[in-house]
């Protein structure tokens, strides 16, 4: 079937510094690309989106890039903050519709003061 | 997020048991979906519903059933609990046709002895 690889499983930055998460996806018509984050006792929330229409998305300290011919996207997240310190999922639509969406297993971020 | 609402939030069962964890949402979505979290294996979708009348299995629908109630409710159903069902269990809505973000709500955790 199809799947979503994340790389890494933990990650451990220093406050101010970058942070980058790296997801590769098997489906060659996924067409939508949410990365979600989840902290403790809580459920994932969207914190950015990027269609395949576009190669890359901002928001203020976080960046999505996608590279459609090399399945893969990435998260980019700049001067790092100890909030920014959670779970993250990222997550490819199955086929061209984004109704279903399958998910990578996974990034523990931790920002060390 | 009071949109989405899982309850209960921790249950702890023995094996056989008939279990049932029930969302309801405010947020006027068609879509509602149930995924399970397990460690290191990320979100994984065992049944979705696009309206009352829709429900269709995910990727691990086997031991688990559903009942789309109304259009804020949806529930989930283990008929004969086992071991290997502990898992943090997550219910999800989207808007058909405003936006692709997935709501998710704050979780149960299913612990069955």
């Known amino acids: 079937g199809e799947n979503v690889e994340q790389h890494p499983s933990t990650l451990s930055v220093q406050e101010g510094d970058s942070a980058v998460i790296k997801c590769t996806y098997s489906?060659?018509?996924?067409?939508?690309f949410p990365w979600y984050k989840q902290e403790l006792g809580k459920g994932p929330q969207l914190i950015i989106d990027i269609r395949s229409n576009v190669g890359e998305k901002k928001d203020q300290r976080i960046a999505v890039t996608l590279n459609k011919t090399a399945k893969h996207f990435s998260l980019h997240i700049t001067e790092t903050q100890p909030e920014d310190s959670a779970v993250y999922f990222c997550?490819?639509?199955?086929?061209?519709?984004?109704?279903?969406?399958?998910f990578g297993s996974g990034t523990r971020l931790s920002i060390r003061p | 997020d009071a949109d989405v609402t899982q309850t209960p939030r921790n249950r702890i069962t023995k094996t056989g048991k008939r279990i049932m964890l029930e969302c309801s949402q405010t947020?006027?979505?068609?879509?509602m979906y149930w995924y399970r979290q397990d460690p290191g294996l990320g979100l994984r979708l065992i049944y979705y519903s696009f309206d009352v009348k829709d429900i269709n299995k995910g990727e691990i629908s086997d031991g688990y059933s559903v009942s789309r109630q109304a259009q804020a409710k949806f529930s989930l159903s283990l008929e004969s609990a086992i071991p290997n069902q502990t898992a943090l269990y997550f219910c999800?809505?989207?808007?058909?046709?405003?936006?692709?973000?997935?709501?998710f709500g704050p979780g149960t955790r299913l612990t069955v002895l």
């Open positions: 489906d060659s018509a996924s067409n939508y």
């Open positions: 947020k006027g979505h068609d879509r």
């Open positions: 999800a809505t989207s808007d058909l046709g405003r936006s692709d973000t997935q709501y």
């Open positions: 997550a490819a639509s199955l086929g061209s519709s984004a109704s279903k969406i399958i």
